[in-house]
């Protein structure tokens, strides 16, 4: 199945197309990456995960369709999402796409649930995708200089280990809390170790 087929509306295939453009890049936060957040919200649906697919998925479509890799990324796409979407979804859209710029979703939101757990399954992904992960997160920030990548990039594993479940819903623990653990752990070392030289 094509990417165009995993549009979840029935009409709009401008926007979809206009997308699909946008996530064209290089970096981690490419097409492969929109790919993954959608399997794993199947993942999440047949494991039994309540949430509305219709609104998820397309949160899913605009969750990075703007990225420079700048603080306000999340909120232009969240705007993208107000702008283009119908008014029936646009809302809803926005405010999860707003939500995963720190992946901390309400305990009573099913949806945000969902998204932020799909969007951070990469963290459990087998160790070759992972570093390719890595690597395609130090592209996205090139204008960043080599240290203050590692300082800002530790910060953010720091903050992920420091948490009591990295995921919210109980499939995603047990699919992918162990290895996304193993994963974080091992990068951190890496910088920390790089740090020290």
Not at 69 to 96: I, M, Q, Y
Not at 180 to 197: D, H, K, P, T, V
């Amino acid at each position: 199945m094509s990417l165009a087929d995993r549009w979840p509306l029935p009409d709009h295939h401008a926007l979809r197309d206009d997308l699909v453009a946008a996530w064209d890049r290089s970096g981690y936060h490419d097409l492969r990456h929109l790919e993954e957040v959608l399997d794993r919200l199947e993942v999440l649906a047949a494991a039994g995960a309540s949430f509305d697919r219709t609104v998820v998925d397309l949160a899913a479509w605009f969750h990075d369709a703007v990225y420079d890799g700048a603080d306000d990324d999340e909120e232009r796409s969240a705007r993208w999402a107000e702008d283009a979407l119908p008014v029936t979804w646009a809302d809803e859209v926005a405010r999860l796409v707003r939500m995963t710029a720190e992946h901390r979703p309400a305990d009573d939101d099913p949806a945000g649930a969902a998204l932020s757990d799909a969007d951070l399954g990469i963290l459990a992904a087998p160790p070759v995708r992972y570093d390719a992960y890595v690597a395609g997160v130090r592209a996205d920030f090139a204008h960043v200089g080599d240290a203050d990548f590692r300082a800002g990039r530790a910060a953010v594993l720091r903050d992920l280990v420091a948490r009591t479940h990295l995921f919210s819903t109980s499939r995603a623990r047990e699919l992918w809390e162990d290895a996304a653990r193993a994963n974080l752990q091992r990068e951190l070392a890496e910088l920390e170790g790089l740090s020290g030289r």
